[in-house]
Each structure stands twice: as C-alpha cells, then as structure tokens.
C-alpha cells in the first residue's frame, strides 16, 4: 500500500485527547497533528521519537497532518494508523500474496454479517458458494525478545468479533483471525491475557472451534506499507 505522497519526518511531543499529537516539524515548527488511533498505543510512542506524518495538502482540515509511523530508539519502525491494516490486507490477496486465501471468485469489504450487528473486514466467496470470513487486527505492541502481543488493552469489541467468527464456523464457513504486525522490530506474536483474559479466553475457545488465525509481518519505509512474511503465533 502506497501513502499518497512521501511521509515526512518530524519529531514527538506528547499524543493526548486520544486522537491529538504534538510534533516538530522542520520546517514547519511546532504543530498538532491527527492521531488516527484510538487504542493505547503502548510502546508505540515517546517525547523525543522520530515520527513521520502524512500531509494531506487540504487547507481546511483542522489538522492538515496525520500520524503515520513512530520510529523508536532502535530504530525500528511501527505504523500507528490502524485504519491501514485492512487495506493493506486486502490488496495482498487481490494480488495473490497470501497462498492460503487465494483462488476466490469473490472479495468485499466492510460485509454485515453475525447476530451482534458487526461488519467483517473482508469477505471472500470461492466457486462453490463457500464463504470465508476475515477479520484483521493490527499488533504494534512489543514487549521483551522481539515478542509482539494482542490486544493492548481489554477490547470488548475483539471479543464481540471472536464470538462472531465461532458462529460462522458453526454455521459452515470458514473463519480467519488475521494479525498484521506493524512493526518491525517484532518476531512473533502471541495473546496478552495479561492485558485481557477475558479475550485470551475467548480466543481458546475460538480455536478450539475451528477459527484459524494467521500472522503476517510487514515491511514499512516512509513510502508504503507491505505484507512481508508469516510471523510464529504462541498464544499461549
């Protein structure tokens, strides 16, 4: 997935009010910026990082800036727009990138399904009227030796998803938990029930049922974002 234009690079004050930052830019000098991630963001951010924005060259928006990506002191690289996550997904099987989810006559986004009143991210339909159902979570928290977790706080919405994706196997249909790490410094990826044991619950539950869950990494530069390769998934 191509940005629209080249990100440029500033330099982290503080994030607040969930989806404000405060950054130095160069050139422009200091500003706010949009934050387009309403999760915790932990590790995902410190006073001083590099950062890099996306200019969106409308003079109208309040913010004229989105935050795209943290650089931290190692240097690595993590994209904090979660709204990336589906799309980025999504063009790696059109392209025919991820061998497993290729072959289907049939893909959407945004598709209503379930008995909760939710939307699955993506929505394929094979020559035989099967149907497969994705649902994508972007994984950025690091914690020790490359380890990536999800989720990063209790997510009741991630649990309404996972009972969702059982009910759709239960009804005949394959169902997919698809981690995108954005982040480049994490080597595998595994459940938070620190964080939530409610979900790690869940998603027990859900593997057990037949969810299959996939991980895959990304390759991240200031120009695009790309699916990279599969990652080890230890949940638990």
């Not at 799309?87 to 025919?96: D, L, M, N, Q, S």
């Not at 928290?141 to 996972?162: I, M, N, S």
Request: glycine residues 6%.
């Amino acid at each position: 997935m191509k940005f629209s234009k080249p990100l440029e690079p500033v330099v982290l004050i503080k994030r607040y009010k969930r989806f404000l930052a405060d950054v130095i830019h160069p050139k422009v000098g200091e500003m706010t910026v949009h934050c387009p991630n309403t999760g915790s963001m932990k590790n995902c951010w410190q006073q001083g990082w590099k950062a890099w924005v996306l200019d969106s060259e409308n003079v109208k928006r309040k913010y004229q800036y989105t935050w795209v990506l943290s650089e931290n002191l190692a240097g690595e690289l993590i994209g904090v727009n979660t709204h990336f996550a589906n799309e980025i997904v999504y063009e790696a099987i059109t392209h025919g990138k991820i061998t497993s989810l290729s072959g289907y006559s049939e893909i959407k986004k945004e598709v209503k399904y379930g008995e909760e009143n939710s939307r699955i991210d993506i929505w394929l339909k094979d020559q035989n009227d099967r149907h497969t159902f994705i649902e994508v979570k972007s994984v950025t928290l690091k914690e020790d030796k490359g380890r990536g977790v999800f989720p990063d706080a209790v997510t009741t919405r991630g649990q309404k998803h996972l009972r969702e994706l059982m009910s759709c196997v239960e009804q005949g249909g394959r169902a997919v938990l698809f981690f995108l790490v954005q982040h480049t410094g994490i080597k595998q990826v595994s459940v938070a029930e620190h964080i939530d044991p409610d979900y790690s619950g869940l998603l027990k539950k859900a593997i057990n049922c037949g969810v299959e869950v996939m991980v895959y990494n990304t390759k991240i530069s200031s120009v695009d974002i790309q699916l990279h390769k599969k990652l080890p998934f230890q949940p638990f």
